[in-house]
């Protein structure tokens, strides 16, 4: 017998109440819940973060059971802050998205996850017309992975490879390839890259950028080490472009006319970037000794 006590919610009774009235509105209450609509269940376990809906949830009555590991609970799925609490297990990212996913019957619409591997981006791959916002910083994917797994992603209109050292101007150009609806690339690097002695020029990612996203609204790629014929390119080809951020990319000088046409755009943020205060502040999406760890963890797969 289990010892789960089950709440009922009774009306007030009054003294001419029977135990069968009592009965009927029992099984009256307990049929309400359970024949409730799942779309308006999943509303409910939308408010929860994904590992409490899935630790939580399966622990209770079957129709709630059958919607949390069905698709309306998952078009949003952000683990990012359960992956940083997790960053120890080399696969829990990746074990977590592939569940998710499947429940989702593959109609997820945002997927937000940090230390994504092959395996969890191979399910990602898959998800077709439904997806519209992919974050994945800080995951060790590579450019074969993603030239090998990456399919048609038609909606998607937001991609987040920030910190993703692996991959190159090679993988950039495959997403842009597969997604025909990108508006917003996050791009983000560490300041520790920009900072080796073999940090040459390179425009080839910028390159790859103006090359194959050519509708982007808007663009963030801090600490790259593009100079100013990348920035140019981008500000030539992204007709669309009103938001660039380039700080900390400090190989760019905007000589020329790319400042000029730097200022024209809505909102730009240039290549001066105080180091001072990077150490102070922490990154805004975790914090510098996270970013580290990822890169080593990287370097040393």
Request: proline fraction near 4%.
């Given at each position: ?21 009592h ?16 779309e308006i ?11 409490e809906?899935?630790?939580?949830a399966l622990?209770v009555?079957?129709?709630?059971m ?16 359960w992956?940083?609490r997790?960053?120890r ?11 998710l ?21 191979f ?18 994917i ?24 692996k ?8 997403f842009?390839t597969h ?6 690339l ?9 900072e080796e ?6 425009d080839s ?7 194959t996203?050519?509708g ?9 080490r ?44 240039g ?6 205060d ?7 999406d975790g914090?510098?000794?996270?970013d580290?760890?990822?890169?080593s ?5």
């Amino acid at each position: 017998m289990s010892n789960k006590k089950r709440v009922v919610v009774l009306p007030p009774t009054t003294d001419e109440t029977t135990a069968e009235d009592h009965h009927h509105h029992h099984h009256h209450h307990r049929r309400r819940w359970e024949s409730m609509n799942p779309e308006i269940l999943s509303l409910i376990f939308s408010r929860l973060a994904a590992d409490e809906i899935v630790r939580s949830a399966l622990s209770v009555c079957k129709p709630w059971m059958e919607t949390v590991a069905g698709p309306y609970c998952w078009q949003e799925i952000d683990v990012q802050p359960w992956c940083l609490r997790r960053r120890r297990e080399v696969d829990a990212a990746d074990r977590l998205v592939r569940k998710l996913i499947r429940w989702s019957k593959f109609t997820v619409q945002r997927l937000s996850t940090y230390h994504l591997r092959e395996e969890g981006f191979f399910v990602i791959s898959n998800c077709g017309r439904s997806l519209k916002v992919l974050e994945i910083p800080r995951s060790s994917i590579t450019d074969q992975m993603v030239l090998k797994h990456i399919k048609p992603l038609p909606n998607l209109q937001v991609l987040d490879i920030s910190y993703c050292y692996k991959i190159t101007h090679k993988g950039i150009a495959a997403f842009g390839t597969h997604c025909r609806s990108l508006v917003d690339l996050k791009r983000n690097m560490s300041p520790l890259m920009l900072e080796e002695e073999d940090c040459c020029l390179d425009d080839s990612e910028a390159k790859a950028v103006a090359a194959t996203m050519v509708g982007l609204r808007r663009i963030e790629l801090r600490f790259g080490r593009f100079g100013d014929l990348g920035v140019s390119e981008i500000l030539t080809k992204c007709k669309w472009l009103n938001h660039l951020n380039i700080e900390g990319s400090g190989k760019v000088e905007l000589g020329g006319d790319v400042m000029e046409k730097c200022e024209r755009l809505e909102y730009f943020q240039g290549p001066e970037y105080d180091y001072s205060d990077e150490f102070l502040s922490g990154s805004e999406d975790g914090t510098d000794e996270i970013d580290s760890a990822s890169k080593s963890e990287s370097e040393s797969d």
